[in-house]
């Protein structure tokens, strides 16, 4: 895959300090948790999608990873959130091979610095969400990460 990847989310690029996100989630109006090493953020909107949560993650003060979790109930919801940001990605990037199994369908690009990763998973389950509890059915996660970053949290392994 040869196309760069977007480096920032809302404005903060990757290896933006804590502080200035912080800020930039503020100024959205949005709820949030800071919880040390990530932030948890309520009911944010990104990709044209209301996603339930998300979670941005930092290392020595700098931001990594950004993951939006939406949790659904039936699957043609599921299917139509999935599908939805998948078209645009295959817009902005152009079309990669997706990865289906029997319950998770999974689409990736990768420049080698960062990374986007969707996946749409079906799994009975329950997830405490900001405000709550939820039973659900269908999950569709939205990933970006920095994997000079990330190897330095991982060391490489």
């Known amino acids: ?3 760069k990847i977007q480096n920032s989310i809302w404005g903060c690029e990757f290896g933006s300090k804590k502080s200035d996100v912080i800020s930039v989630i503020k100024k959205q109006g949005l709820k949030y948790v800071d919880k040390g090493m990530k932030i948890e953020i309520e009911s944010p ?3 044209g999608i209301t996603f339930d949560y998300a979670v941005f993650s930092f290392y020595l003060d700098r931001m990594y990873i950004c993951f939006f979790a939406h949790y659904i109930h039936d699957k043609s919801s599921a299917v139509s959130v999935y599908s939805y940001i998948k078209k645009n990605l295959i817009n902005k990037y152009g079309t990669v091979k ?3 199994d029997n319950k998770t369908k999974t689409i990736f690009y990768c420049d080698n610095i960062n990374g986007i990763k969707l996946d749409l998973i079906e799994k009975e389950s329950r997830a405490k969400v900001p405000n ?3 039973n659900f059915s269908y999950f ?10 990330l190897e330095e949290v ?3 392994i």
Do not use: C, R
């Open 1 to 3: 895959y040869s196309q």
């Open 45 to 47: 909107e990104f990709a």
């Open 98 to 100: 997706e990865s289906i």
């Open 132 to 134: 709550g509890i939820f």
């Open 140 to 149: 569709v996660g939205l990933s970006y990460v920095n994997y000079p970053i």
């Open 154 to 156: 991982t060391n490489g």
